[in-house]
Each structure stands twice: as C-alpha cells, then as structure tokens.
C-alpha cells in the first residue's frame, strides 16, 4: 500500500510539474527575461546584476568561478567598465516550473563567439517584484568525439602548473 501511494504522489506531482513545464506564458516571461539578461552582459549593462538574487550563485567554466553575486560582480567589474563583457545567445532553452511556478528551472544551448557552443542551466525564483536568478551554471560544450583531446590538454596544463 505504501508504495502504491507514493508512486500515485510521485505520478500527480509530476504531472503538475509537466503542465507547469509546459505553460506557455510562462515561458515566454521566462525567455523574455534570460534572454534580456544575457543582452545586459553583451551591452556591458551592470543591469546584469540586479537580475541575479542576492543570494544567488554563478559558476562559470573554470573550476574556480564559483561565486555569489556580489563577488561575480566586483571579478566582473573590470570587463564591464571596458564595455567588453560577454556574449551569449540562446539557440534553445527549456523552460521548466514547480506546480505554483514560484520556482523555475531551465537549461540552454547558447552559441558565443569567443568560447563557440556552451550549454548552462539555471534556477529562477518568482517573487513579488519579478524573476530573480537564484543559480546559474555555464559549463563549454564538447563534442564527445574530441573529450579525450580536450581532458588530456586539462591534464597537460594542470601538470605545468604545478611545476
């Protein structure tokens, strides 16, 4: 009995969690929105920020960037006062929601011109006042045909470096 109710909890939630994932205006809301904030870093709009919580992280390519906002944003500063920040545009996103779409996730394929293909994932929280990015992870796409050239050259690098 017990695994009976708890598959028909997991079968209803997910259900709410599909329709939520698939609501449209949502959305729209959702993409109007990343899609703004990755337009302030390439105009170099310090915008940018307002749009992560205070309480948000950022984590970027490198296995050191891991940052909460107010950090990411003094390492930022410097690319932003030279007006040259960065570049991202969506070529797709998913956008997902729990059932009261206060909390929304979603993940993207974004084409850069100075890394190529980069896939990120993020968590938004709905308040009050609009949409907040709680979390944000850009990572580099790599083909699977070339990771074993792609972890060899990390490694390489990692051994010099601790010469």
């Known amino acids: 009995m017990k695994r009976l109710l708890a598959a028909a909890v997991l079968f209803f939630g997910m259900l709410g969690l599909a329709q939520a994932g698939t609501d449209a205006t949502l959305t729209r809301q959702v993409n109007a929105f990343v899609d703004e904030w990755h337009d302030d870093a390439a105009n170099a709009r310090m915008a ?19 940052w909460g906002r107010d950090a990411f944003k003094a390492w930022s500063r410097k690319y932003f006062d030279a007006k ?61 045909e070339v990771v074993d050239q792609v972890t060899k050259t990390i490694r390489d690098h990692e051994k010099a470096a601790k010469k």
Request: charged residues 25%; contains cysteine; proline residues 2%.
């Open 84 to 144: 040259k920040a960065w570049s991202f545009k969506a070529t797709r996103r998913n956008v997902y929601a729990s059932a009261d779409k206060s909390l929304i996730w979603f993940d993207e394929l974004l084409d850069t011109p100075n890394m190529g293909h980069c896939m990120a994932s993020g968590v938004i929280r709905k308040t009050a006042k609009g949409f907040e990015i709680v979390h944000y992870q850009l990572s580099v796409a790599v083909p699977n």
């Open 48 to 66: 940018y920020f307002d749009k992560i919580a205070k309480d948000g992280i950022y984590i970027g390519t490198d296995r050191t960037e891991l």
